[in-house]
């Protein structure tokens, strides 16, 4: 699937989730309209998405936390799978765009294929599944929502060729104003 339709499929039962986007997920959730509130871009520092993802799901238990996260992202921390899993958050949902790449510094193949989804139930996920249609994430996203996490879903992506494309945001404004706004809800 293309990684705009799996960034369509999600904005579209996002629903009030936080979300935290890595990478190459982060300009496709811009242009999808989810960057306006309750996000932060996590820029710069590959691999620790998912942990600032959890850091907010144990922060705000009664919302639910989306982590959109890279293949070549999650390899660089695979020990926050551990940590993750050991936290048990029932609000977290893991979605892991896999297209093979290290995509941001030059569509450089990864060292090797690596089932996330084993990885995961083997660190102590609730669940994990795979996608590689969008029609199909649709279908499933619904469910995925309606079960407690934490939950990775593996999504695979196709290769995208061309310059990488970044958004002109930066990550501490937006995680300032995440702060000041988680302060003021109930």
Known sequence: MQREEAIAALAAVRDGALSVATMQTVLAWHEAGQAATDHVD???????ASALGLGLALA???RRVMVLDGDGSLLMQLGSLVTIA????????????????YETTGNQPLPARVDFC?????????????????????EALPGIFASEGPILVRLAIAREDGPIR?????????VVALKERLATQP
């Open 42 to 48: 996590n820029m710069g520092c590959m691999g620790t």
């Open 60 to 62: 705000q238990p009664d």
């Open 86 to 101: 050991g936290a048990a958050p029932p609000n977290y949902y893991h979605f892991v765009f896999d297209n093979g790449l």
């Open 118 to 138: 084993g990885l995961a139930r083997s660190a102590g996920y609730r669940d994990a599944v795979s996608f590689d249609r969008a029609d199909a994430l649709r």
């Open 166 to 174: 970044w958004p002109r945001v930066k990550m501490a404004d937006q």
